[in-house]
């Protein structure tokens, strides 16, 4: 069929100027993103054209995002060394006589190049801050993405952007955050939802911040992972949602220089304290700490997040009543 020789042959000719499923060997930016948008159309209007449903289900929409989102971070950043071997998605072939398993991998394909040229899009507008900050919390330990890829930030105060009603806070929750954070929500008063991503740090100011968000009646949400003393921050959110690709909670035991407070410290009578408040169950949250060292981690399964208040809609997977 003329119309199916036609498609082969300029996804061929994209082939060529490529090195992966992205394109990398395009002039610039915009050629790769461009590319791989137009890579995407061709496997899509393929798939379609030979019978596949015109939708492939909503559970495929962030396909590969957080593999993405941790090349294109790792490339703009110059740390091409450890994104070389991230995994790829099997590169389907074009022929007429696929059945819909095999139009069904199109349309993944299809949505996976959709969803690299999304990320790239979206990450080369962000400062080289916080392309840094996304690096170390998503990247570090994903995807055989080593630790020592750690990069150090000169700028230790979280960063604060604003979209219409949406606040994203990415960063450490270092000394003093809560009265920039306060100032922040005065300065901003059409804040309704506020989306984390921390590897933690002031416990004080996490619970002074959290229980301004509940003062205030704001949802959180997250938008890159939310370790340590930030999930305190997200369970103090009236609504308290994670989306898929489901940014993970992580826990473990509360420190002073490096070194873990014993169980009967103060500290953890007033997170019980504050929890209890926010109507969260204080022993999940207590529990979860206790069961990781401060240099380790604890991340709880969703559905026990739900169970517990800790959260109360998860995308796609549970829904706390």
């Given at each position: 069929m003329w119309f199916s020789r036609q498609l082969v042959s300029h996804v061929l000719a994209i082939f060529l100027s490529s090195a992966w499923g992205g394109l990398s060997l395009a002039d610039t930016w915009d050629d790769e993103i461009a590319a791989s948008r137009e890579k995407s159309?061709?496997?899509?209007?393929?798939?379609?054209?030979?019978?596949a449903f015109i939708s492939a289900g909503t559970f495929l929409n962030e396909l590969g995002i957080p593999r993405h989102t941790c090349e294109v971070a790792g490339r703009?950043?110059?740390?091409?060394?450890?994104?070389?071997?991230?995994?790829?998605?099997?590169?389907?072939?074009?022929?007429?006589d696929l059945d819909e398993d095999g139009l069904h991998d199109l349309q993944a394909y299809s949505i996976w190049l959709s969803n690299w040229a999304s990320v790239a899009s979206s990450l080369r507008e962000k400062?080289?801050?916080?392309?840094?900050?996304?690096?170390?919390?998503?990247?570090?330990?994903?995807?055989?993405?080593?630790n020592?890829?750690?990069?150090?930030?000169?700028?230790?105060?979280?960063?604060?952007?604003?979209?219409?009603?949406?606040?994203s806070v990415i960063g450490e929750?270092?000394?003093?955050?809560?009265?920039?954070?306060?100032?922040?929500?005065?300065e901003n008063p059409?804040?309704?939802?506020?989306?984390?991503?921390?590897?933690?740090?002031?416990?004080?100011?996490?619970?002074?911040?959290?229980?301004?968000i509940r003062r205030l009646g704001l949802d959180t949400s997250l938008a890159s992972n939310c370790y340590s003393a930030c999930p305190l921050?997200?369970?103090?959110?009236?609504?308290?949602?994670?989306?898929?690709?489901y940014p993970k909670l992580g826990f473990h035991q509360v420190s002073s220089n490096g070194r873990a407070v014993p169980s009967d410290h103060p500290v953890y009578a007033q997170v019980s304290l504050y929890l209890l408040?926010?109507?969260?169950?204080?022993?999940?949250?207590?529990n979860a700490m206790m069961r990781a060292a401060p240099s380790d981690m604890h991340y709880p399964e969703l559905y026990e997040l739900c169970i517990a208040r800790a959260a109360t809609w998860i995308q796609r997977r549970c829904w706390s009543q």
């Open positions: 159309r061709i496997y899509w209007d393929f798939a379609i054209s030979h019978g703009l950043l110059g740390l091409e060394q450890y994104t070389t071997s991230l995994p790829l998605f099997p590169e389907p072939q074009l022929h007429e400062s080289r801050v916080e392309l840094a900050h996304i690096w170390n919390l998503d990247c570090l330990g994903q995807f055989g993405i080593p020592i890829a750690y990069l150090s930030i000169d700028e230790p105060d979280a960063l604060f952007r604003q979209n219409d009603e949406y606040l929750i270092e000394d003093g955050f809560f009265v920039r954070f306060s100032k922040w929500l005065a059409q804040t309704t939802t506020v989306a984390l991503g921390s590897g933690g740090g002031s416990v004080s100011d996490a619970l002074r911040a959290g229980r301004l921050i997200f369970v103090a959110g009236v609504e308290r949602r994670i989306w898929s690709p408040d926010l109507g969260v169950k204080p022993s999940f949250v207590l």
